[in-house]
């Protein structure tokens, strides 16, 4: 079945730091992937998605890019401030998904410091 | 996207009772999900709500734990019955948007058993 792997937590940096959370799926064909934030006290919300390989999804300064290759698609951001603490979901949907439904990584805490 | 609030936001059960949790949408969904998101753990599909039919449950969970009533196109409640404190979760419910491969969350329902 399908499965996300993402890289454990947490993780604590400084305020401007570069962030890198990890994140490797394994599915058949072409998933859609996603990647979702929650704030502290606060539901999902989705941060940004790819539906096919090669694409880039971005969002409130955050990328990442699907990589069929390496069945990858890891979450960066140049600068991190205090207000990106939260916990960060990788997820996908796996191809000719009918029932749309998301299969989710453990989720990484992230942390930071002013 | 679709603005999803959920009632309550938060309960304190005693183990052996029952809570019903709803799910109000502000535009009409066929499809409805239930997730349940244990302590420090990710979320895992508890079951598939279609108006018009009986939910679909996933592996793992059972109609008679988790009985889902979906009345109508804007609306499901979800109910964790004879609760145990392994039953303590944040609860939420997503509907699908516009691509169909996005969903929105609620903004869940914490449940304490004591």
């Known amino acids: 079945g399908d499965s996300v792997t993402q890289m454990e937590g947490p993780v604590t940096l400084s305020e401007e730091a570069f962030l890198t959370i990890n994140c490797t799926y394994t599915?058949?064909?072409?998933?859609?992937l996603f990647w979702y934030v929650q704030y502290p006290g606060e539901g999902l919300q989705l941060l940004l998605k790819?539906?096919?390989?090669?694409d880039k999804g971005s969002n409130k300064g955050f990328e990442a890019t699907y990589r069929k290759e390496t069945t990858s698609f890891h979450l960066e951001k140049g600068s991190v401030q205090v207000s990106d603490s939260a916990v960060y979901f990788c997820?996908?949907?796996?191809?000719?998904?009918?029932?749309?439904?998301?299969?989710f990584g453990k989720g990484t805490l992230l942390t930071v410091n002013p | 996207s679709a603005v999803i609030s959920q009632k309550p936001s938060r309960d304190i059960c005693q183990r052996g009772t029952s809570l019903t949790i709803q799910c109000q949408v502000d535009s009409q969904v066929t499809m409805m999900f239930w997730y349940r998101q244990q302590p420090g753990q990710s979320l895992t599909l508890i079951a598939t709500?279609?108006?018009?039919?009986?939910?679909?449950?996933e592996s793992g969970f059972v109609i008679d734990k988790f009985p889902i009533s979906r009345p109508n196109l804007t609306f499901s409640t979800l109910t964790v019955s004879n609760m145990s404190p392994e039953d303590s979760s944040i609860y939420l419910c997503?509907?699908?948007?516009?691509?169909?491969?996005?969903?929105?969350f609620g903004p869940g329902t914490r449940l304490t058993v004591t």
């Open positions: 709500a279609n108006q018009g039919s009986e939910a679909t449950y």
């Open positions: 997820a996908l949907i796996g191809s000719g998904g009918s029932n749309y439904k998301l299969t």
């Open positions: 790819a539906t096919k390989a090669d």
């Open positions: 599915a058949t064909g072409y998933p859609s």
């Open positions: 997503s509907v699908p948007g516009i691509p169909p491969y996005e969903q929105y």
